[in-house]
Nanobody, 121 residues
Framework: VQLVESGGGLVQAGGSLRLSCAASGFTRDDYAIAWFRQAPGKEREAVSCLSSDGHTQYADYVKERLNISRANSKNTVYLQLNSMKNDEKTVYYC????????????????WGQGTQVTVSS
């Protein structure tokens, strides 16, 4: 099983960015994908998750600024980030598991290597 994030980079404050998480190696398609982020010196925090049946969850602090979706092929999940803030210099990780949750990272069995997002003023 492999998860590969992409789409990170430099974006201006107020701008938008779309991250991708490409999943491969799964023998079943009933897994949830979640996005987490971690800023330097801070704990990892959940951002959003998408269950296998399309149910979405968002962390309260970002839910009005982002959207999670799945490609038609179902092996890629996107995270659209809008209205980026200056303090959002962080690494975004995607994770996969069979239990969709934005409260407990322990339910996710597989993690990607992360993609860094830097917001400039």
């Amino acid at each position: 099983v492999q998860l590969v994030e992409s789409g990170g980079g430099l974006v201006q404050a107020g701008g938008s960015l779309r991250l991708s998480c490409a999943a491969s190696g799964f023998t079943r398609d009933d897994y949830a994908i979640a996005w987490f982020r971690q800023a330097p010196g801070k704990e990892r925090e959940a951002v959003s998750c998408l269950s296998s049946d399309g149910h979405t969850q968002y962390a309260d602090y970002v839910k009005e600024r982002l959207n999670i979706s799945r490609a038609n092929s179902k092996n890629t999940v996107y995270l659209q980030l809008n209205s980026m803030k200056n303090d959002e210099k962080t690494v975004y990780y995607c994770a996969a598991g069979h239990i969709p949750s934005i409260r407990y990272s322990e339910v996710y069995d597989y993690w990607g290597q992360g993609t860094q997002v830097t917001v400039s003023s």
